[in-house]
């Protein structure tokens, strides 16, 4: 190969934006780096938090027709972020230690896509 890859930022559908940013930023921490076109009507969001980057855009699909992601996200600490979360968001998958090598949990976000926050054991 005569290129190298320097990152993956993964760009998820919603059928509200304005929704997606506040349960990201209000909820999860992020910030709003990018907003397109313009905060009035926004179709894509990029938003980020230390090294883990996000972008939206509006649902060109029907909702039937729509894919559901799952993203794996790997804080420093799970269990510090299991405290925090369990109390205020549905949980999906409650937080385990499973024979692959990973302590982790799981919730929806408010699109239905699968955030999972593990973190390697051995």
């Known amino acids: 190969m005569t290129y190298q890859l320097t990152g993956c930022i993964p760009m998820l559908e919603t059928l509200n934006l304005t929704q997606t940013i506040d349960f990201y930023t209000n909820k999860l921490g992020f910030q709003l780096i990018e907003l397109y076109p313009d905060s009035h009507h926004p179709t894509w969001a990029n938003i980020k938090r230390e090294n883990v980057e996000i972008m939206f855009t509006t649902q060109t699909a029907s909702p039937k027709e ?49 955030l999972h926050f593990g973190k390697q054991t051995i």
């Open 66 to 114: 729509a894919v559901k992601s799952s993203l794996y996200l790997y804080p420093t600490n799970v269990d510090a972020v299991w405290e925090e979360i369990k109390g205020i968001m549905e949980i999906e998958l409650p937080i385990q230690t499973f024979d692959y090598g990973m302590r982790e949990f799981a919730i929806r976000d408010c699109n239905g896509h699968l």
